[in-house]
């Protein structure tokens, strides 16, 4: 099971704004999509959702192709949720209680389930269950974007795009959500789309990770070799390492020793880097 | 130079969202402000420019204030308000247009408009992009631009709310050094942030949190004492560093020339 795509490229408004992209997308994984504004991130998002039916190439899901007509494209991708990047994008209902149903209604959820759904849902994105009955439009930056997230994960999709999530979320709530994510992905082998502008998020959380850059993939690999191996691609891209990988090689200059470690998460390299830093008198010495 | 004294506010009679918030910002100062969704502080950046209304107390401008209608238009000139870059925040065709549209609405005069609108590029590093079109620009730039429009108006202060958060590595870099380059010619800064690292660099931190001011210091000050806990704040990554390496030496935002300067030459 996965979505695939092969020499997929697509044109907006005259504009090649993805170019030749192959890739399989595994069910199962945390994939995070980084690259510069411009690169083309939402717009592969949008061709995995079905949202750009005027593509070249090739999109299969779970080896079916893409259906043209709009009617078996829409069921095709109905298990894909995507969670756009400016919450106002889609958020269009009147109180928050029409807007979180909105979602499992039309996959025809019965009222029982999504009611049940509610309370579980709100508690996942650290949303009061007062909420409910107010009008999405008077709320705070972050109360939106956890409207926004709770509406889609609500109806329990097999893939869920998220573009941006963190952004304007508080310090705890942006570590609590991506820590609740990563568990409802795992617990339940879903697929995670994640599109970050966070080099030390997605360091922490991705199995996968894809570097997109003037409308094409310049990379697809692990995070460890991304971030810390061939690092060559994210230099092309623009693209800064994660601190606690700058930190490793800030250490490794000064010590003038190469430190191993297999994770470019931020407690594995802390770890590391203090065992040098505590020897760095002797290191002198010697 | 801004003073806050006794501010109440709430939207909805019973539901108050600040209660007495007092505190004032010198002319020059850098000063972040923090606290968790929903906490108020979009609210605060409204009344700073009078977009709202205190319900109760006063916000004051020098010897403005926005409770009194003659002096709003000065006000809303003198405090600009720099938000999250959506990406249709452009309403005409060019840079440049983009910049002198602000100032009609001013009836700025047509010699000074174009001085005014040099200069404003000039000061965040976009004189030439001037006719650049808005799709062809990052989002830095974009946002870049937006601060011009702003800055063409003459503020005294500059409030950004959140101005950061939607933008690349490379952009939010750029909008940062703009801000703070501004700071270093003497423009008043509030930063509405939730990046910690952001913080850290700002000269005085303002936290935000049931309707008070719950904290009011320097961020070193913040970030060491046991506040945090009781905040959905987290610390920022020089702090952490800080405590996995049992440094407790001067905290720094650039935790690369403190960890420099803690290893021994030869
Ligand atoms: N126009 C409005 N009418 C009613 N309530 C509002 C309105 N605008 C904001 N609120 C409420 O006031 C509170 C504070 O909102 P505000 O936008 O000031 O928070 P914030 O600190 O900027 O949050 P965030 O970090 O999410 O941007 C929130 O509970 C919000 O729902
Ligand atoms: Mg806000």
Redesign the pocket.
């Known amino acids: 099971m996965a979505y695939e795509l092969k020499q997929v490229s697509v044109s907006l408004a005259g504009r090649e704004v993805l170019r030749d992209i192959s890739c399989t997308l595994q069910e199962g994984k945390w994939i995070s999509i980084i690259g510069p504004t411009g690169a083309g991130k939402s717009t592969f998002a949008k061709v995995i959702k079905g949202l750009i039916p005027a593509y070249k190439g090739e999109y299969t899901l779970h080896r079916q192709p893409l259906p043209g007509d709009s009617k078996g494209r829409m069921k095709a991708v109905r298990e894909i949720g995507y969670v756009f990047q400016y919450p106002e994008q889609q958020i269009f209902e009147t109180t928050v209680y029409k807007e979180l149903t909105f979602g499992p209604k039309m996959l025809g959820h019965s009222r029982g389930r999504i009611e049940e759904a509610l309370e579980p849902v709100l508690r996942q994105v650290g949303l009061p269950a007062e909420i409910l009955s ?1 009008s999405p439009l ?6 939106k974007r956890r409207v926004a997230i709770a509406s889609v994960l609500i109806t329990d999709p097999k893939l869920l795009i998220l573009d941006e999530p963190t952004a ?1 979320l ?1 310090p705890l709530s942006r570590q609590a959500l991506l820590q609740m994510l990563r568990e409802w992905q795992q617990a339940n082998h879903r697929t995670v789309l994640f599109i970050s502008h966070q080099m030390e998020d997605v360091a922490e959380y991705s199995d996968e990770v894809m570097v997109f850059h003037e409308g094409q993939l310049l990379g697809h690999s692990d995070p460890g070799t991304l971030f810390m191996k061939n690092t060559e691609i994210l230099r092309r891209a623009g693209l800064p390492l994660p601190e606690p990988v700058q930190l490793l090689r800030l250490v490794e200059e000064l010590s003038g020793r190469t430190i191993e470690v297999d994770s470019c998460r931020e407690r594995d390299i802390f770890d590391k880097v203090r065992l040098v830093w505590e020897a760095r008198g002797l290191h002198h010495d010697e | 130079m801004l003073i806050f004294d006794q501010v109440h506010y709430y ?2 009679k019973g539901q108050p ?1 600040l209660a007495s918030v007092s505190f004032e910002i010198q002319e020059g100062e850098f000063v972040a402000i923090v ?10 950046a409204r009344l700073m420019n009078g977009l709202l209304q205190p319900r109760e107390g006063e916000v004051r401008l020098g010897h403005l204030s926005t409770r009194n209608t003659d002096d709003l238009i000065k006000i809303r000139e003198q405090v600009g308000l720099v938000f999250q870059s959506p990406d249709d925040q452009f309403i005409t065709t060019s840079v440049l247009d983009e910049v002198v549209f602000g100032l009609e609405n001013l009836r700025v005069p047509r010699e000074e408009m174009s001085v005014r609108v040099k200069q404003a590029l000039r000061a965040v590093q976009m004189e030439d992009y001037a006719e650049a079109m808005p799709h062809k620009l990052s989002g830095g730039q974009k946002q870049r631009t937006a601060i011009a429009s702003i800055l063409a108006m003459r503020p005294r202060i500059l409030v950004f ?2 101005a950061t958060s939607m933008l690349d590595p490379q952009g939010r870099s750029q909008v940062l050094s703009v801000m703070h380059e501004l700071h270093r010619q003497g423009m008043t800064i509030i930063h ?1 942030t ?1 990046h910690m690292d952001e913080v850290l660099e700002a000269e005085r931190v303002l936290l ?1 949190n049931g309707g008070a001011i719950a904290f009011d210091g320097t961020p070193p000050e913040l970030f060491r004492t046991g506040t945090l806990a009781d905040h959905p704040l987290d610390q920022p990554f020089a702090v952490r560093l800080q405590h996995a390496l049992g440094l407790n030496t001067g905290l720094k935002a650039d935790w690369k020339e403190m960890i420099r300067t803690q290893w021994p030459t030869s």
Not at chain 2, 35 to 44: A, D, P
């Open positions: 107010a008077v709320l705070s930056g972050g109360q304007g508080d | 939207y909805r969202l606290g968790g969704n929903g906490s108020g502080k979009s609210t605060l709310d959140e509405i939730h935000l």
